[in-house]
């Protein structure tokens, strides 16, 4: 059987499981971030397709599995049992071009349906994490570890950061962006990283010399 020749091809695919999120990169230098939810709500598989209703209840849903479909697909086993559709890059690269308006299409179907979002996924009640702090952070903090409670508006470790800096502006320097790594759960993150209730977050500076509020 022949095989669909892709008139786009991927040069990096990289699941993020703890942010339940696809990257991808194209060769045309295009990429984009796809949430796991994003793709199981817009599977291709008929079963999918037919149900006449939007896809709901899958705000947590993630992938375990990503399984080559020759040269030119690729079938994305989900942690709710999903494993019948198949994604084209083509599919995958429309996808990305259009999330904005698929989702909001999608976000207006839920509406109609009378489905309330995140149900699932709730962040409501208190939520506490672990912060570790190495080298310099740890003279200037006076302290090597904390458990604070975050708000709700961090959600990942760029709001982290950022909630950091805002907690206590006469230390905000010491956060500036670029000057050090970020482990969650003592796994290098991304900005895009998800921040969880009971994460372990490790500020890890990039160099032994802590930034000055004269630089900033």
């Known amino acids: 059987m022949s ?14 499981s703890k942010s339940r999120l696809l990257a991808i990169e194209f060769s045309d230098g295009a ?17 999918v397709r037919t149900l006449g209703n939007p896809v709901t209840g899958k705000e947590s849903v993630n992938i375990t599995r990503i399984e080559p479909q020759g040269q030119y697909a690729v079938r994305f086993i989900f942690d709710d049992g999903h494993d019948s559709s198949i994604y084209s890059w083509d599919t ?6 259009n999330q904005e308006q698929n989702w909001q299409a999608y976000q207006e179907s839920l509406r109609k349906a009378g489905y309330k979002p995140g149900a699932s996924d709730s962040t409501e009640g208190p939520r506490h994490i672990q912060l ?3 080298t310099y952070l740890v003279k200037q903090l006076q302290k090597e570890a904390e458990q ?35 482990t969650v759960n003592k796994q290098f993150s991304e900005p895009f990283t998800r921040i969880d209730a009971d ?5 890890i500076p990039t160099s032994p010399n802590a930034p000055t509020k004269a630089n900033k």
């Open 3 to 16: 095989e669909k020749q892709p008139t786009r091809t991927p040069t990096a695919i990289n699941l993020h």
């Open 31 to 47: 990429s984009f971030r796809l949430p796991c939810e994003y793709l199981r709500v817009f599977a291709k598989a008929k079963e």
């Open 92 to 97: 995958l690269y429309e996808l990305g071009v």
């Open 132 to 134: 570790l702090y190495f």
């Open 148 to 182: 604070v409670e975050i708000p709700p508006s961090v959600t990942d470790v760029s709001s982290l950061i950022e909630w950091l800096r805002r907690r206590n502006p006469d230390q905000a320097h010491l956060f500036r962006e670029g000057s050090f790594q970020v």
């Open 199 to 203: 994460d372990e977050v490790a500020l």
